[in-house]
């Protein structure tokens, strides 16, 4: 079964960090674009950094620049998301998803975890 | 960043009816814009990508529309099952936009 399983969340004050991990199983992690996408409690949908397959092309939210690095490790079929200097407005449940085609223009998020939720609150 | 209006925000429907959704981008994004369906508590699901090209196993009472800047998602004799959130996400520019949902609810 193909999967994604995301750990990680907590709270946290603000000004602290976190790390979020995702754990893919049952496809090749390495060949798929993987992405983040989160969602405060009773809000919408919002997209916060995606990772190519060899990690070349990384993006991130304007929300979120300069204060969140996504990475991976493709041997251990690995996505993070290191979140530095955390806002109450970072509190969300984090999703990661991968994109359904690979290489190619085209854009599915096809597969999600169950969210890993991030309280950031004093 | 290329902005995603989305509309309505919410909708009332009764089983049958046909709904639209529509989600208008800042800018021209080609064709470059997919629907999502999400229900509470739950992650999202791809409905469609490429504004209308439908994924595999979702019902062909789904469909989409449109290019430039304005895209249209219909359901075509609406479900109990298809009572949820409709998001779109325009994928031409980084970093990736999603509209604000639409909440479809039973009249």
């Known amino acids: 079964e193909e999967q994604l399983v995301e750990s990680g969340g907590g709270l946290v004050h603000p000004g602290g960090s976190l790390r979020l991990s995702c754990a893919a199983s049952?496809?090749?992690?390495?060949?798929?674009?993987v992405v983040w996408v989160r969602q405060a409690p009773g809000q919408g949908l919002e997209w916060v950094s995606s990772?190519?397959?060899?990690?070349?092309?990384?993006y991130y939210a304007d929300s979120v620049k300069g204060r969140f690095t996504v990475s991976r490790d493709n041997a251990r079929n690995l996505l993070y998301l290191q979140m530095d200097n955390l806002r109450v407005e970072d509190t969300a449940l984090y999703f990661c998803?991968?994109?359904?085609?690979?290489?190619?223009?085209?854009?599915?998020?096809?597969?999600w975890g169950q969210g890993t939720m991030v309280t950031v609150s004093s | 960043a290329i902005q995603v209006t989305q509309s309505p925000s919410s909708l009332s429907a009764s089983v049958g009816d046909r709904v639209t959704i529509t989600c208008r981008a800042s800018?021209?994004?080609?064709?470059?814009l997919s629907w999502y369906q999400q229900k509470p508590g739950k992650a999202p699901k791809v409905l469609i990508c490429?504004?209308?090209s439908l994924q595999s196993g979702v019902p062909s009472r789904f469909s989409g529309s449109g290019s430039g800047t304005d895209f249209t998602l219909t359901i075509s004799g609406l479900q109990p099952e298809d009572f949820a959130t409709y998001y779109c996400?325009?994928?031409?520019?980084?970093?990736?936009?999603f509209g604000g949902g639409t909440k479809v609810e039973i009249k």
């Open positions: 996400l325009q994928d031409h520019d980084f970093p990736f936009t």
């Open positions: 998803t991968r994109d359904y085609y690979t290489g190619s223009p085209l854009e599915a998020y096809d597969i």
């Open positions: 049952g496809f090749t992690f390495s060949t798929h674009t």
């Open positions: 800018q021209g994004i080609r064709n470059d």
């Open positions: 490429a504004a209308s």
């Open positions: 990772i190519s397959p060899g990690s070349h092309d990384i």
